[in-house]
């Protein structure tokens, strides 16, 4: 099995696949009133193809073995991920029209609070939560993991092993 290692995500590094906010340190961001209460406006935008709601949810993933066993990507939606409780590593491959390119694989420490945008056909999967298990925010337009959802499970000889 071929093992990669979890970089720290910068907005350079990930931008390949997307870009990243953090929503929790909104330095540099606009900023409207006064403390204590101050609102950080339109730090992230998602444009997405189609004109459906976006909805949000909330994805609940186990502490386990770092083990990329499949991806995903969306031809037509950017998908918005923010772990909320834990730092999470998210791995993640180009959009390249539907193509997986195994050895293209990349894997991010993400801290909790910062917005990960997947751009449309990026690879990508459910993150792994570093301490615990954890909750992660999720921002798709209404039924796209029904609409809109490409998946691959790898085989024993395709996972991918990550390291801290």
């Known amino acids: 099995m071929k093992t990669i290692q979890a970089k720290p995500i910068t907005a350079e590094n990930f931008a390949p696949y997307g870009f990243i906010a ?10 409207m009133g006064e ?7 339109d730090m992230v935008l ?8 976006t909805a949000f949810g909330s994805l609940k993933v186990d502490k386990r073995e770092m083990v990329i066993a499949d991806a995903e990507y969306h031809s037509y939606a950017m998908e918005v991920m923010m772990p909320l409780d834990d730092d999470m590593v998210m791995a993640a491959a180009p959009a390249n029209g539907g193509e997986l390119e195994l050895d293209r ?5 993400v801290p909790a609070g910062t917005m990960v945008v997947f751009r449309a056909g990026a690879w990508h999967g459910a993150p792994f939560p ?5 909750t992660v925010l999720i921002c798709l337009p209404e039924r796209t993991y029904l609409n809109d959802t490409c998946k691959l499970l790898f085989t024993e000889e395709q996972k991918i092993a990550i390291t801290l």
């Open 22 to 31: 953090n929503i929790t340190d909104p330095s540099g961001a606009y900023g």
């Open 35 to 41: 403390a204590p209460s101050v609102f950080h406006r």
């Open 46 to 53: 998602v444009p997405n193809a189609s004109s459906a709601i």
């Open 105 to 109: 694989q990349e894997a991010f420490l």
């Open 130 to 134: 570093v301490h615990h298990n954890g």
